[in-house]
Nanobody
C-alpha cells in the first residue's frame, strides 16, 4: 500500500513563504501527473497544481504565479514552493496523483496564513 506523507506546513504571516514536500512510498515514475490539493475551512477539496512527467505544470487560477510545483522521480517526491501567501491560502494541503486519486490520502500538512 503506497503511503503519502506531506510536510512543511506551518504558520506564516501574509506575504510569507513555505515549501511543502510530499514523500511517496512507491515509485512515481509511471504516474503521468502528480498534484497538490488543498481543503480550506468549510471548503471542498480543490486542485492547487499538477505536474506531468515531462515537467509541464498547471496551476489553479488563484495561484497567479505565486506557487511552483516540482517533482523528483528518483526520490519519489513532489514539492510545492509557495510565495506571497495570503489568508485565503489557509488550508490543509495534500498530494496525490491527477486526475483521480490513485492512493489513499495522507494526513496532509496544515498551512495557516495570518493577516
Amino acid at each position: 500500500q503506497v503511503q503519502l506523507v506531506e510536510s512543511g506546513g506551518g504558520w506564516v504571516q501574509t506575504g510569507g513563504s513555505l515549501r511543502l514536500a510530499c514523500a511517496v512510498s512507491g515509485s512515481i515514475v509511471d504516474i503521468d501527473f502528480m498534484a497538490w490539493y488543498r481543503q480550506g475551512p468549510g471548503n471542498e477539496l480543490e486542485l492547487v497544481a499538477h505536474i506531468a512527467n515531462d515537467g509541464r505544470t498547471t496551476y489553479g487560477d488563484f495561484v497567479k504565479g505565486r506557487f511552483t510545483i516540482s517533482r523528483d522521480n528518483t526520490k519519489n517526491t513532489v514539492t510545492l514552493q509557495m510565495n506571497n501567501l495570503k489568508p485565503d491560502d489557509t488550508a490543509v494541503y495534500y498530494c496525490n496523483s491527477f486526475p483521480g486519486w490513485s492512493w489513499k490520502w495522507g494526513q496532509g500538512t496544515r498551512v495557516t496564513v495570518s493577516s
